[in-house]
């Protein structure tokens, strides 16, 4: 291991929490101070290390990692907390990579990695749609018993309404059925694909729309509710067996 520590050398680091200020906003003040030394950032139990020589990044270690994958697993952390201790110093070079990309590309992972999650979550309230797994009527009966959802329907991918055959069911399927038509032509000109889920905002309601392999589900909620809020209690009551 590259770290070459001593007592009294931790002991007079400057330590803190990588809160409000993001730790990519942090090295990069380390490098405009061109700081020689190592800054080290503990997560969970896990303790990563990034070390500067005159500002520039020249290693980092992570759990047997080194080099540029062990920096962008550490920038992948939501937090921790951190210490810059000049007085540790490596010998090392295991990234060649100038900072700016280094940043752009821990950036890029980030968001992949959000990506991914909101991917996950959506696969498990489509998983919990589709056919087979619970019947339309038992979605409308544990939507229908949180008290911010006015309305809910299930209908195909063609606009047909699925077990509610009123007046009401049919309108709400028409105006989900539009709204499903417009969220995939914008996701197509902006390049994000298909949709998995859409909110809509309104002063007398707000409208919810998920898709699975062969339905949307389109839920009206009461305009002066908390609107993410009430997305987590349908999605919570639409997993639940």
């Known amino acids: 291991m590259a770290l070459e520590n001593s007592k009294e050398a931790l002991e007079n680091g400057f330590e803190g929490a990588v809160s409000g200020m ?7 003040i380390k490098n405009l101070n061109r700081f020689t030394g190592c800054l080290s950032v ?21 759990d047997g990692l080194s080099g540029s994958e062990a920096f962008f697993s550490i920038m992948l952390w939501p937090g921790g907390e951190f210490r810059a201790e000049s007085k540790i110093a ?70 047909e309404t699925v077990d509610d055959s009123s007046y009401e069911g049919s309108t709400h399927s028409a ?22 889920s859409a ?16 339905h949307y589900l389109s839920v009206a909620v009461s305009g002066n509710s908390q609107l993410g809020a009430v997305e987590s209690v349908i999605k919570k009551a639409l997993t639940q067996k």
């Open 90 to 159: 490596t010998t090392y070079q295991t990234i060649s990579e100038n900072l700016t990309f280094l940043l752009l590309e821990s950036h890029r992972l980030k968001d992949e990695q959000k990506r991914i999650s909101s991917l996950s979550a959506a696969n498990k309230l489509t998983a919990s749609l589709s056919p087979g797994e619970q019947n339309m009527s038992d979605i409308n009966r544990k939507l229908k018993a949180i008290t911010e959802v006015e309305y809910a329907v299930v209908l195909t991918k063609k606009g």
């Open 42 to 62: 503990k997560h969970r139990g896990k303790t990563g290390f990034i070390f500067f020589r005159e500002g520039e990044l020249v290693h980092a270690e992570l």
């Open 22 to 28: 993001t730790l990519a906003d942090l090295i990069q």
């Open 199 to 214: 909110a809509v905002h309104g002063s007398d309601r707000h409208l919810l729309l998920f898709q699975s392999k062969n």
């Open 175 to 196: 105006n989900a059925y539009y709204l499903s038509l417009f969220t995939n032509k914008l996701g197509n000109q902006l390049g994000t694909g298909e949709m998995i």
